[in-house]
């Protein structure tokens, strides 16, 4: 399995990015698809998750701001984040995990919250 995340930058506090995960290779139709992120000097932290059956989870920091969504035809992902704060920073990395729970990761891309 291949991830090819896109969408990452810097933007001001307050503002919106859109990330993009698109997955290739032996896709299974049952899978979870998600985002998580590492900030320097912190652990990678699970930020959202969705399932084949649009079942989803958020990291309580970024509910009611970021929203995941899968297109499945595409095997593509999207992480759409509002309101972003400077303490969102991190590296964000694209997470498919199969159905034997094996997971595969994105190289991960930049996203900066700052004036």
């Known amino acids: 399995v291949h991830l090819v995340e896109s969408g990452g930058g810097l933007v001001q506090p307050g503002g919106s990015l859109r990330l993009s995960c698109a997955a290739s290779g032996s896709i299974f139709s049952i899978n979870r698809m998600g985002w998580y992120r590492q900030a320097p000097g912190k652990e990678r932290e699970l930020v959202a998750v969705i399932r084949s059956g649009d079942s989803t989870n958020y990291a309580d920091s970024v509910k009611g701001r970021f929203t995941i969504s899968r297109d499945n035809a595409k095997n593509t992902v999207y992480l759409q984040m509002d309101s972003l704060k400077p303490e969102d920073t991190a590296v964000y990395y694209c997470?498919?995990?199969?159905?034997?729970?094996?997971?595969?990761w994105g190289q991960g891309t930049q996203v900066t919250v700052s004036s």
């Open positions: 997470n498919y995990r199969d159905p034997r729970s094996v997971d595969y």
